[in-house]
């Protein structure tokens, strides 16, 4: 059976529970690589005007403590900026972060390493990664388009739902795998957050 961590999408994927000062947060990680160095990458990542581009409008202060907003999307705070190289922002909520590093790849290409964690009181089980999982892949595979000069997979289009169909059923294959949730509370957080991905597709 092909492994979904690694062939779809070109994204490879993890999740884990580990521990934390605060208790036992749930990471979902994700993993890509690029056709661009590391500078071109982290201003791609962190400028105003090319995250506009791949992503979604961003306004307000993209520096070590300021406040940011993603039109449409969550709100947060900067919380480290290390350039070319690493940057933490809380993600609409304080509990709730975000890490994306950028690195090299075993092939010596760049790669951008993106790491989401909540609280797994929050989260519950591992199925949390259902309702962030394939949001990030979507972003991850924009990233690409942008760096490649293609054009991107529209949104609200059918093939962004058929994107997200399958990047939901990759995701319940790492959770399954995983042990962070049992084969039930997969199937019952597939039923509950399809809809939320693609609605014509339920």
Request: glycine residues 10%.
């Given at each position: 059976?092909?492994?979904?961590?690694?062939?779809?999408?070109?994204?490879?994927?993890?999740?884990?529970?580990?521990p934390?000062?605060?208790?036992?947060?749930?990471?979902?990680?994700?993993?890509?690589?690029?056709?661009?160095?590391?500078?071109?990458?982290?201003?791609?990542?962190?400028?105003?005007?090319?995250?506009?581009?791949?992503?979604?409008?961003?306004t307000?202060?993209?520096?070590?403590?300021?406040?940011?907003?993603?039109?449409?999307?969550?709100?947060?705070?900067?919380?480290?900026c290390?350039?070319?190289?690493?940057?933490?922002?809380?993600?609409?909520?304080?509990?709730?972060i975000?890490?994306?590093?950028?690195?090299?790849?075993?092939a010596?290409?760049?790669?951008?390493?993106?790491?989401?964690?909540?609280?797994?009181?929050?989260?519950?089980?591992?199925?949390?990664?259902?309702?962030?999982?394939?949001?990030?892949?979507?972003?991850?595979?924009?990233?690409?388009?942008f760096?490649?000069?293609?054009?991107?997979?529209?949104?609200?289009?059918?093939?962004?739902?058929?994107?997200?169909?399958?990047?939901?059923l990759?995701?319940?294959?790492?959770?399954e795998?995983?042990?962070?949730?049992?084969?039930?509370?997969?199937?019952?957080?597939?039923?509950?957050?399809?809809?939320?991905?693609?609605?014509?597709?339920?």
């Amino acid at each position: 059976m092909t492994d979904p961590s690694t062939d779809l999408f070109g994204i490879q994927r993890s999740i884990a529970v580990e521990p934390s000062d605060t208790g036992l947060r749930l990471l979902v990680a994700s993993r890509a690589s690029y056709p661009a160095t590391a500078a071109e990458l982290w201003l791609s990542l962190t400028d105003a005007e090319q995250l506009s581009r791949w992503f979604l409008p961003v306004t307000g202060d993209l520096n070590v403590g300021g406040e940011f907003q993603a039109e449409g999307n969550a709100s947060g705070r900067v919380l480290r900026c290390e350039p070319a190289e690493l940057f933490v922002v809380t993600w609409g909520d304080e509990s709730s972060i975000v890490e994306v590093r950028i690195g090299v790849d075993a092939a010596g290409d760049s790669a951008v390493e993106l790491k989401h964690s909540v609280p797994l009181s929050l989260a519950g089980n591992g199925t949390g990664a259902f309702y962030v999982g394939p949001g990030w892949d979507f972003a991850l595979v924009a990233l690409r388009a942008f760096h490649e000069g293609t054009p991107p997979i529209g949104l609200n289009t059918p093939q962004e739902q058929a994107f997200n169909r399958q990047s939901l059923l990759a995701w319940a294959l790492i959770v399954e795998s995983s042990g962070t949730a049992t084969p039930e509370e997969v199937a019952v957080g597939i039923t509950e957050t399809l809809p939320q991905w693609a609605p014509d597709l339920v």
